[in-house]
């Protein structure tokens, strides 16, 4: 079964940085499509970057410059790594498989001064 667990949220001041993890159990990340998603109060659910099986990564415009993907095999991980935070990124962030697959609970981001 296939299980993903975020880590790293928190409250960071406005052009700080946070970087978040994402453990995969069940599943090789190493040429697996994931993804991250984002979910702002009274907001619908958004796509905030990809990565796919190989090493082609996608970013979300308002994301795009600021924010990074990476995998680490060994440890079976994939971060996004976030600069230059602004208020509007603060949102609960969740990482998936591409086919999606169940969500996890996700990690709160915060950005407030």
């Known amino acids: 079964q296939v299980h993903l667990v975020e880590f790293g949220g928190g409250l960071v001041q406005p052009g700080g940085s946070l970087r978040l993890s994402c453990t995969a159990s069940?599943?090789?990340?190493?040429?697996?499509?994931i993804v991250w998603y984002r979910q702002a109060p009274g907001k619908q659910r958004e796509l905030v970057a990809s990565?796919?099986?190989?090493?082609?990564?996608y970013y979300y415009d308002l994301v795009k410059g600021r924010f990074t993907f990476s995998r680490d095999n060994a440890k079976n991980t994939v971060y996004l790594q976030m600069n230059d935070l602004k208020p509007e990124d603060t949102a609960v962030y969740y990482c998936?498989?591409?086919?999606?697959?169940?969500w996890g609970k996700g990690t709160l981001v915060t950005v407030s001064s």
């Open positions: 998936n498989t591409f086919p999606l697959g169940a």
């Open positions: 069940g599943v090789i990340v190493r040429g697996q499509a």
């Open positions: 990565i796919t099986s190989g090493t082609d990564t």
